[in-house]
């Protein structure tokens, strides 16, 4: 599915109706380049679970968990190192029970589960052009249900 977001606040909406159909083990894998809106989405996402408190860029930090209607994490692999302070952090036990949001998955595509949503992010004009690809049939009945809203 592709579709064009105008500005952050569209990129928030479209996070926030992804959370409003999420499920236990959903894993969104948001690629872009630096800037390309995914802490955004990430954003949007916590909106729709109803976490309190802001969620920021967890670049610094690797992961942070919140709570919601589902526990969320999210984290950014730019800076990790080596997959085993990921293990430290708790990220593969969240895989399989929270919502999991994981900016810069491509350094470590093997800790995704086989059945993933991707989330790329690209500058287009003054907004972004978002392409989601499910790669399993959860992701798949999730996309097809958002696909359906626009
Ligand atoms: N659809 C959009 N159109 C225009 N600007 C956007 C859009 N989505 C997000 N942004 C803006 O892009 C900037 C970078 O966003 P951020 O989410 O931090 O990117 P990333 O996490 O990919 O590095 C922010 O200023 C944000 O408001
Ligand atoms: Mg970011």
Do not use: C, N
């Not at 109706?17 to 630096?34: D, F, K, N, T």
């Not at 949007?44 to 976490?51: D, E, F, K, Q, R």
């Not at 952090?89 to 995704?112: A, D, K, M, Y």
């Amino acid at each position: 599915m592709k579709t064009y977001l105008d500005d952050a606040p569209a990129t928030r909406a479209l996070g926030q109706q992804i959370a409003e159909r999420s499920y236990p083990g959903l894993v969104l894998a948001l690629q872009g380049e630096l800037g390309a809106g995914k802490t955004t989405l990430a954003q949007g996402v916590g909106l729709g679970l109803g976490v309190k408190g802001r969620v920021r860029s967890p670049t610094f930090i690797i992961m942070a968990l919140y709570e919601g209607r589902l526990p969320m994490a999210h984290a950014d692999l730019y800076r990790l190192g080596d997959e085993s302070e990921l293990t430290e952090l708790g990220l593969e036990e969240h895989l399989s029970h929270g919502v999991t949001l994981i900016e810069w998955s491509e350094r470590f595509p093997q800790l995704l589960p086989k059945d993933h949503l991707e989330l790329l992010l690209e500058d287009d004009g003054d907004g972004r052009r978002a392409t989601l690809t499910a790669m399993g049939p959860k992701s798949l009945a999730l996309v097809t249900e958002l696909q359906a809203l626009r």
